[in-house]
């Protein structure tokens, strides 16, 4: 057999069997009692006026990947009001840039977050008729198609969801890892429905299940933040850390808890304090978050450990960040 | 041998890929524009009416589907769906550019208040602001700049530069070649009828047949000279010393929603240019004084 014909009788089967290449094991494995895509129903607006109200207004969930290349999250409903509404979601956990400056630096930022607990959801909303998407199935989103008057087809999103930031003062920003993510529906059409889109933009590398506690709620969401007596975003909604390893069945109840209260009994301990420590120190000069890494660093020695499956580290390893002044 | 002719075979067709067209029309566009003498004109803080390049602020311009006058009441592009009402109508540009750039003017004072291709050199700021505004440049201790070599070495400083041709606010080329850097050598030079002429370019610009050239002139500040076109948040950021300010830029999406920035004073193209062949000879005209 000349060497041709054999590279030729190697490589065509090679290319053969790549036509059928999924690349699957790309992908983490979907979770059975968690879909990929999940449908959350009809939602009612809550009225809020105190912080207490809005804590046991939260419903906590949890999204996972779809196991494909498919984009995963959850997509629900609610009515217009005729006003405006608000909806906030926060992701579990926290998470902060470490402080490496030599000059100055940041005590209280000084020890690195674990990057491994926590994920991102991004939010989109408009017009259920303009949904594109299938409901517990597909994730779409809310694009037509607009025609100027030469004739060229132009993409418009009809997404009502706007959040805007400096690079983006038109729209289409979006908050960041575990960091919560809001905005508001100004004047919706009374009895009109909406469709909202919570989309997994990240999973947790540690177990690709993402907590959430989801907030939807009468008026601006600029009220919420006033009711908010931390100052900072990130604690309006506590305990969205949920145990990867309950029981619960998304495919049968979307939800795993309703309010604060319920939540507790699922979260991870000691998630709660870390956001509140997080707060803290976001907003004042505090050390507590510091001295919290600290110790969980003094009880949990080998940082290898925060990988097995009941321990949860919410600090990252002192000893895999950059020396101080690095670039 | 084999290799030899495989090369042999391979070569025209690789060369031959050079010559591909995608049938797509992408040229640098040239164009004129023209700012009438009266969006020059304007009677000063200290009283005196002047016809100065200075009162042209920058000019924002592109290529839009089609052009109206019945959505705000002045000539402005034709807008996409209005399905909220955070977001106004987009206007779907199909490119463009501008003439005269909001950049780091070097003193917090100025910032937001100067535009390139208006001033011959940094002695005209410091009479422009101190004399017709009667408003003094002061430095960031407040004291008066008197001179404008004064500017001229803090931008050397602080953008750690040599020339005039890297600050890019001054005439820096002799664009008439007149062997003089004066004022026929900015941006816009007034024509034999007073009005104001300029040239400008859009590199790179996707042609489509039919659409149109639009734009329009931000007037500076009646009070203080500041473009409202220019966002004092962003740009060059400028921590040296006691300064801690940035430097501005235009915003971002002034093609997009030319509305939302569009005050009274500024000037407008009434009508639409509309190209049939990308290398048309278009006179781009502001020729209408938003007044509403």
């Not at chain 1, 290449?21 to 059975?32: K, N, V």
């Not at chain 2, 004092?232 to 830029?249: H, I, K």
Request: with cysteine; aromatic share 10%; proline share 6%.
């Amino acid at each position: 057999m000349r060497p041709t014909t054999g590279l030729l009788a190697v490589v065509l089967p090679l290319l053969a069997a790549g036509c059928s290449y999924s690349g699957e094991w790309l992908f983490p494995e979907p979770d059975p009692r968690v879909p990929g895509v999940q449908e959350l129903g009809t939602l009612e607006p809550a009225t809020v006026s105190t912080y207490e109200e809005i804590q046991e207004a939260v419903h906590y969930g949890e999204l996972a990947p779809t196991g494909t290349a498919d984009i995963g999250g959850a997509t629900f409903t609610f009515e217009g009001t005729g006003g405006a509404v608000c909806i906030w979601v926060d992701p579990e956990t926290v998470y902060w840039s470490q402080s490496v400056a030599a000059s100055n630096p940041q005590p209280r930022f000084s020890y690195p977050d674990n990057v491994r607990d926590d994920g991102d959801i991004d939010i989109r909303a408009g017009l259920s008729v303009y949904y594109n998407g299938s409901p517990g199935v597909t994730l779409g989103d809310f694009q037509v198609r607009y025609q100027d008057e030469l004739g060229n087809s132009i993409p418009v999103e009809f997404n009502q969801c706007v959040i805007t930031s400096e690079q983006y003062p038109a729209g289409g920003a979006h908050s960041g890892r575990a960091a919560p993510e809001y905005c508001t529906l100004n004047n919706t059409q009374l009895g009109t429905s909406y469709t909202v889109i919570l989309e997994l933009f990240s999973a947790p590398y540690d177990d690709n299940r993402l907590g959430y506690g989801l907030l939807l709620t009468h008026g601006n969401c600029e009220n919420l933040r006033n009711l908010n007596p931390t100052e900072t975003d990130e604690c309006l909604i506590l305990g969205e850390s949920i145990r990867g390893d309950n029981d619960h069945d998304y495919r049968e109840e979307p939800f795993i808890a309703q309010g604060f209260t319920e939540v507790e009994d699922v979260s991870w301990e000691g998630s709660s304090t870390i956001e509140g420590l997080f707060c803290a120190a976001y907003s004042s000069a505090q050390e507590g978050l510091l001295e919290y890494c600290l110790a969980e660093e003094e009880e949990i020695p080998i940082r290898s450990d925060c990988d097995e499956p009941d321990i949860r580290c919410f600090c990252g390893d002192i000893a895999d960040t950059p020396s101080p002044g690095s670039r | 041998m084999r290799r030899s002719l495989s090369l042999a075979l391979l070569a025209p067709l690789a060369l031959s890929a050079c010559g591909f067209n995608e049938g797509l029309i992408i040229e640098d566009m040239k164009i004129r524009i023209l700012v009438p003498r009266e969006a020059a004109t304007r009677v000063m803080p200290n009283g005196e009416e002047v016809t100065d390049v200075r009162l042209i602020g920058p000019v924002y311009f592109g290529f839009y589907a089609d052009v109206r006058d019945d959505i705000f009441g002045y000539g402005h592009p034709s807008i996409g769906p209005v399905f909220n009402n955070q977001v106004g109508g987009d206007a779907y540009p199909y490119g463009g550019s501008s003439l005269g750039d909001i950049r780091y003017p070097c003193l917090e004072f100025l910032v937001c208040k100067v535009v390139s291709g208006r001033y011959v050199d940094f002695d005209e700021m410091v009479e422009w602001f101190g004399e017709y505004y009667e408003d003094p440049i002061v430095d960031s201790r407040d004291n008066e700049v008197t001179t404008g070599e004064y500017i001229r070495q803090t931008c050397f400083e602080r953008m750690r530069v040599t020339g005039d041709d890297e600050i890019r606010l001054t005439v820096y080329e002799d664009r008439n070649e007149d062997g003089k850097l004066d004022h026929l050598d900015l941006d816009f030079v007034e024509n034999a009828d007073g009005d104001f002429e300029a040239e400008a370019m859009v590199w790179q610009q996707e042609f489509v047949e039919g659409f149109q050239l639009w734009g329009w002139m931000d007037s500076p500040g009646q009070v203080t000279g500041r473009f409202n076109t220019c966002n004092s948040a962003e740009g060059f950021l400028d921590q040296e010393y006691d300064n801690n300010f940035r430097g501005g830029r235009p915003h971002r999406d002034l093609l997009n929603f030319p509305s939302r920035y569009i005050r009274n004073t500024d000037w407008v193209a009434s009508e639409g240019k509309e190209f049939q062949n990308w290398d048309d000879e278009v006179v781009l005209v502001l020729d209408h004084e938003v007044n509403q």
